[in-house]
C-alpha cells in the first residue's frame, strides 16, 4: 500500500481558471477568424473533460491524504491522473499546432496582446474567490 503524505497540487487552481479564459477571451475570436464559431467546440468539450476529471481528482484527494491507499484507490488515481495528463497534453498540442498559427497569421501584434491580456484577466476573474 502508498500512503499520501503530501497533499496533491491544487488543479482547479490553475488548469480550470485557464480553461474559463479560453473560453472567455481566445475561442470566441478564434471562431470569428475561422469564420465558424463553432470551430472551437471540440477544444471545448476537453475543458468539460478536464474539469470532471479535475473534480474527481479533488474529490479522491480528500479520502487519501494522511491515510494508506488500498488497491482500488491507487488505480483510481492512476487512472484520473494519466486521464487528465493525456487530454491536457492533447489539448494544449491542438492550441499550438492549430490556433496559435491562425492568431498569428491573422491578428495584429496589438491585437494578439489584446486577447492574452483578455485571457489573463479572465484567468484572474475565476481564480478570484466570489463574494
Same mark, same amino acid.
Given at each position: ?11 482547479h487552481k490553475e488548469?480550470?481558471? /485557464? ?10 475570436? &478564434? ?9 472551437t467546440a471540440t477544444?471545448?468539450?476537453? /475543458? &468539460? ?13 480528500? /479520502? ?11 488505480? !483510481? ?8 495528463? !493525456? &487530454?491536457?497534453? &492533447? /489539448? ?33 476573474? !475565476? ?5
Amino acid at each position: 500500500m502508498v500512503t499520501l503524505t503530501q497533499p496533491l497540487r491544487d488543479e482547479h487552481k490553475e488548469l480550470l481558471p /485557464h480553461a474559463q479564459a479560453e473560453e472567455r477571451a481566445l475561442y470566441p475570436v &478564434v471562431g470569428r477568424l475561422m469564420g465558424a464559431p463553432e470551430a472551437t467546440a471540440t477544444m471545448s468539450r476537453d /475543458h &468539460v473533460e478536464v474539469g470532471q476529471l479535475t473534480q474527481e481528482l479533488g474529490s479522491l484527494r480528500s /479520502h487519501l491524504v494522511g491515510t494508506s491507499m488500498s488497491a482500488s484507490q491507487e488505480q !483510481a488515481l492512476r487512472r484520473v491522473l494519466y486521464g487528465l495528463s !493525456a &487530454v491536457v497534453k &492533447v /489539448h494544449f498540442a491542438k492550441e499550438a499546432e492549430i490556433y496559435l498559427p491562425i492568431l498569428d497569421a491573422r491578428l495584429t501584434a496589438d491585437e494578439a496582446h489584446q486577447v492574452f491580456e483578455a485571457m489573463e484577466r479572465a484567468a484572474q476573474e !475565476a481564480r478570484s474567490p466570489v463574494g
